[in-house]
T-cell receptor
Framework: GAVVSQHPSWVICKSGTSVKIECRSL??????MFWYRQFPKQSLMLMATSNEGSKATYEQGVEKDKFLINHASLTLSTLTVTSAHPEDSSFYICSARTSGNYEQYFGPGTRLTVT | GQSLEQPSEVTAVEGAIVQINCTYQ??????LSWYQQHDGGAPTFLSYNGLDGLEETGRFSSFLSRSDSYGYLLLQELQMKDSASYFC??????????FGTGTRLLVSP
């Protein structure tokens, strides 16, 4: 149980275009979803926290107009990287948790390469 | 700011015991979690310490001392498949996780 999927698993896009990444909790309802970014051989950096039906809360230094997060249902959150640039190339990972549970369940990640 | 420091790399041989330390400086601290991540994969949950003391889960144990702002993950009977990166993470307000710098564990035959 507690499976989180992400789609796509990898994507290559041209500079200036937008990319949408989906995060789904497959067998549970996620009260909260989180989006992380991870550069090679580095730690996970929290970008934003999203709760179903409300606006996402962004971490300091994360541009909310560039990284659009939508949490339309208890099983789906999307991250859209707008006007992507090469420096946005990274591994994007989502996670989800249920109410009262300290454990976060992570998706397999999406590797974004911007050319 | 918030920071969790870990050794960057630890090496050990199969069957050995290894300890990965984590010192933290955070606000709104509720507990310490440990996650394992293989290269290119998703982090997977290993353990959580909400209270001081030792938690044991199979070959893995985790310890927390709030007074020392310190915790560790102990891995026993190491296997080759344990080669991975290990992250401590502070559970903070709003159920957010702040991840440590990460420790790369290399297990050799």
């Amino acid at each position: 149980g507690a499976v989180v999927s992400q789609h796509p698993s990898w994507v290559i896009c041209k500079s200036g275009t937008s990319v949408k990444i989906e995060c789904r909790s497959l067998d549970f309802q996620a009260t909260t979803m989180f989006w992380y970014r991870q550069f090679p051989k580095q730690s996970l950096m929290l970008m934003a926290t999203s709760n179903e039906g409300s606006k996402a809360t962004y971490e300091q230094g994360v541009e909310k107009d560039k990284f659009l997060i939508n949490h339309a249902s208890l099983t789906l959150s999307t991250l859209t990287v707008t006007s992507a640039h090469p420096e946005d190339s990274s591994f994007y990972i989502c996670s989800a948790r249920t109410s009262g549970n300290y454990e976060q369940y992570f998706g397999p990640g999406t590797r974004l390469t911007v050319t | 700011g918030q920071s969790l420091e870990q050794p960057s790399e630890v090496t050990a041989v199969e069957g050995a015991i290894v300890q990965i330390n984590c010192t933290y400086q955070t606000s709104g601290f509720y507990g310490l979690s440990w996650y394992q991540q293989h290269d290119g994969g998703a982090p997977t949950f290993l353990s959580y310490n909400g209270l001081d003391g030792l938690e044991e889960t199979g070959r893995f144990s985790s310890f927390l001392s709030r007074s020392d702002s310190y915790g560790y993950l102990l891995l026993q009977e190491l296997q080759m498949k344990d080669s991975a990166s290990y992250f401590c993470a502070a559970n903070t307000g709003f159920q957010k996780l702040v991840f440590g710098t990460g420790t790369r564990l290399l297990v050799s035959p």
